[in-house]
């Protein structure tokens, strides 16, 4: 099993920034992609950043030039630095992982999320 443990929401201004990380733990035998999603009441979860095991990011176009995202300690832990932030960007912030426990084995893993909030 893999165990997802998110931290670094809170609320913060319009115009702020907050950075959220995704420690990953368990039985990893390769790491396949890290994902930051989020969701607010009533909506479906939506893709915020991602980052592949060969380095390759993609961000949600709402995101992009103010997120970015960054894989650290050796690929375990993926970072979701968070700049110039809005009230739309209030959301849960989830941290998904895919990634093989064993040669054959894969799966997609899920942390609790962090609540995020963009108020004044």
């Known amino acids: 099993q893999v165990q997802l443990v998110e931290s670094g929401g809170g609320l913060v201004q319009p115009g702020g920034s907050l950075r959220l990380s995704c420690v990953a733990s368990g039985s990893i035998f390769r790491n396949v992609a890290m994902t930051w999603y989020r969701q607010t009441p009533g909506k479906e979860r939506e893709l915020v950043a991602g980052?592949?095991?060969?380095?390759?990011?993609n961000y949600a176009d709402s995101v992009k030039g103010r997120f970015t995202i960054s894989k650290m300690n050796g690929g375990n832990t993926v970072v979701l630095q968070m700049a110039s932030l809005k009230s739309d960007d209030t959301a849960v912030y989830y941290c998904n992982v895919r990634a093989y426990s064993t040669p054959l084995e894969w799966g997609d893993y899920w942390g609790p999320g962090t609540q995020v909030t963009v108020s004044s």
């Open positions: 980052v592949n095991a060969g380095g390759g990011i």
